[in-house]
């Protein structure tokens, strides 16, 4: 520090350098995570970057208002907490990623901000990692403060300790279910979108890809014979599309296939199952690619 | 060629100068760039680079070379993002294969191409990065305000990026490279796209950042005559070999030629020059321009007294710009000068 005290003495802007302490690679990766995540609810963005997050955050939250204000006038809890608004959830869920995941990464492969990033202390994987646990968490707020908005406004009207309790158990498969959603969602939004740096291109991509597969499943349900159907055709209908699949795995795992999206899948349940860890390593594994690709470029 | 390659770091010492020597300190002798045998070919058999051994003197060096000289190649190999096919490369004593994220933390790069987001503050963009360099949250901040000062942006920094010259993002993209108080810099192509005022501006800011701030640079370019204004040496490439690496002083020595075309008499003009001690060279077949070696101010008045003196028409007397073609060509022609 000394050395360049003196060279401020003779240009009194004068240049000093740095030999404090750098932050590590793990350090640098939690920065630039919670730099995205602050990004995906349009935080540093100005005002049009936050009307998306923040309406679809409202939208998600209305159905557990409602709920709020039924509970307290007597009436029973509208939904269970693993299926909430079936249908609201997958709109609001397509809209958030298709907007989202091109914010956190089309911008910056458009920009050509890249090189930026990988001539500085991080290694090539950990570019995508930091984009991944920013969108799962933003969707993970998306998607579960609803549930505890619904939790609290139903325990405030709950009558005894039992009560409380049965909320709470209900709430904890609803809190798991929401996981899924999060932790598979932000894969499938960030591996297609980082396919363009046009982000009119990859939030169409994004959605087609959300909206298509989901209305295939969901006609194929009704084609045979919708949810309380038990033939071999309806137990697999929901393995195409990623919204049916979670739902496929809710019911597999104990939850009501009355309420949900998808009819029982029977012992079909733990294709399911690993159909979604196939899709996520599918995802995961190809966002990685990419920006192994991209590193070089 | 290996033969070349202990020509740069003897001439550091004379090159530098005491104050320069001050702030170096102890990167003083040390070789902050140095390559062995380095070969890079691309899938498809392009060969980027065709085993360059050099060796990089602290200080600010150009790299000159034409478009597809292997300069880019060469920076990314440096930066440890893209591997070496055969050979070794060092940057300030740590091997650029095994230690790029060590490399990395010591580096600032500026890419030639754009690379800025429209839509952020410039403060906002140079901090982030400042972050992802490694520096806590408070120096981050306060060295990008710094960092943005030195290349000349003040109030402007608070506008978003989008909003810009094409000038002031060049300073922000070298601001960014500042940003992570680096000890070695590279820039790829810095004045690209700025106009005559802006790239001169751009280059005294370059060798103020080598000279002032004490930091070794290594500035990629393919127009040799706009940085050897500020270069203490200079390595030229060509198809990913090395042409020459030497001290400033040598290169424009032996590039510093008197262009003379006259629309005839070009051999007598020739012969009448010998017989003034100039030795000159016809340029290409078309034989209308003589290269006179620019020795001094009385080189312009013997090549004027001898055209006078043959009557000759004479159309064009200049000081070459130096171009790196030309440097290839002196390559040939120069040392039996």
């Given at each position: 520090m000394s050395e360049a005290q003196a060279d401020g003495v003779i240009h009194d802007l004068g240049y000093r350098g740095y030999d404090g302490p750098r932050l590590g690679r793990a350090q640098i990766v939690r920065a630039l995570t919670w730099h995205s995540f602050r990004s995906a609810w349009?935080?540093?963005?100005?005002?049009k970057g936050k009307i998306v997050p923040a309406l679809a955050l409202i939208a998600m939250c209305l159905p557990a208002l409602v709920n709020a204000f039924a509970v307290a006038r007597g009436?029973?809890?509208?939904?269970g907490y693993d299926v909430y608004s079936p249908g609201l959830r997958v709109a609001v869920v397509t809209i958030f990623i298709a907007a989202q995941a091109p914010e956190l990464v089309s911008r910056d492969l458009r920009s050509r901000v890249l090189p930026l990033y990988f001539c500085?202390?991080?290694?090539?994987g950990d570019y995508p990692l930091a984009k991944y646990l920013a969108l799962t968490g933003a969707l993970l707020l998306l998607v579960e403060i609803p549930l505890l908005i619904m939790y609290v406004g139903t325990i405030a009207s709950a009558k005894g300790g039992s009560a409380v309790w049965s909320e709470t158990k209900a709430l904890i498969p609803g809190l798991g279910v929401g996981l899924m959603y999060a932790v598979l969602f932000a894969a499938i939004g960030l591996v297609l979108a980082s396919f363009t740096g046009r982000r009119a291109y990859s939030t169409g991509i994004v959605a087609i890809a959300c909206v298509l597969t989901f209305f295939l499943s969901l006609l194929l349900i009704q084609a045979e014979g919708g949810l309380s159907a038990t033939s071999t055709g309806a137990r697999v209908a929901?393995?195409?599309?990623p919204f049916t699949i979670i739902d496929g795995v809710r019911v597999w795992l104990?939850?009501?296939?009355?309420?949900?999206?998808?009819?029982?899948?029977?012992?079909?349940g733990p294709l399911y199952g690993v159909l979604a860890v196939v899709l996520l390593a599918a995802c995961l594994g190809g966002l990685a690619a990419r920006y192994r690709r991209v590193a070089r470029s | 060629m290996p033969s070349i390659e202990g020509k740069a770091p003897p001439e550091t010492g004379r090159e530098m100068g005491p104050e320069m020597g001050r702030e170096m300190g102890p990167e003083m002798?040390?070789?902050v760039v140095e390559t062995t045998m380095l070969t890079k070919v691309y899938p498809?058999?392009?060969?980027?680079?065709?085993?360059l051994t050099v060796s990089v003197a602290p200080g600010v060096t150009g790299l000159v070379?034409?478009?597809?000289?292997?300069k880019s190649t060469l920076i990314k190999i440096l930066l440890g993002l893209v591997p070496p096919t055969k050979g070794q490369a060092k940057v300030l004593g740590h091997d650029c294969e095994n230690s790029g994220e060590t490399i990395r933390t010591l580096l600032g790069y500026m890419p030639e191409h754009d690379c800025l987001?429209?839509?952020?503050?410039a403060t906002e963009f140079v901090t982030h990065l400042g972050r992802i360099s490694g520096l806590p949250p408070t120096v981050a901040k306060e060295r990008a305000a710094e960092s943005l000062r030195h290349v000349g942006l003040h109030e402007e920094?608070?506008?978003?990026?989008?909003?810009?010259?094409t000038g002031m993002k060049q300073r922000v993209k070298l601001a960014q490279a500042l940003v992570g108080a680096p000890q070695l810099m590279l820039l790829d192509e810095?004045?690209?796209?700025?106009?005559p005022a802006g790239r001169t501006a751009m280059l005294e800011l370059i060798g103020r950042i080598g000279t002032e701030f004490g930091i070794s640079i290594v500035v990629a370019s393919h127009l040799l005559g706009e940085i050897e204004r500020i270069c203490d040496h200079l390595v030229a490439i060509d198809s990913g070999r090395l042409l020459r690496a030497d001290s400033i002083t040598s290169f424009t020595q032996a590039s510093q030629v008197l262009a003379v075309e006259v629309e005839e008499g070009l051999a007598q003009l020739q012969a009448e020059l010998a017989a003034h001690g100039l030795t000159s060279a016809p340029q290409?077949?078309?034989?209308r321009t003589l290269l006179v070696p620019l020795g001094g101010d009385d080189t312009y008045d013997v090549v004027r007294d001898c055209v006078a003196a043959l009557g000759l028409p004479m159309c064009r007397l200049e000081q070459r710009r130096h171009q790196v073609e030309e440097l290839f060509r002196d390559e040939e022609e120069v040392p039996h000068v």
């Open positions: 349009g935080f540093g963005r100005g005002v009436n029973q809890r509208l939904f500085r202390p991080l290694r090539r929901g393995l195409f599309s104990g939850g009501n296939p009355q309420t949900g999206l998808v009819a029982d899948p029977g012992h079909y | 002798g040390r070789a498809g058999d392009v060969t980027a680079l065709d085993g070379g034409a478009n597809g000289a292997g987001p429209p839509d952020v503050t920094r608070y506008r978003l990026i989008g909003t810009y010259s810095p004045t690209n796209g700025l106009d290409g077949t078309q034989g």
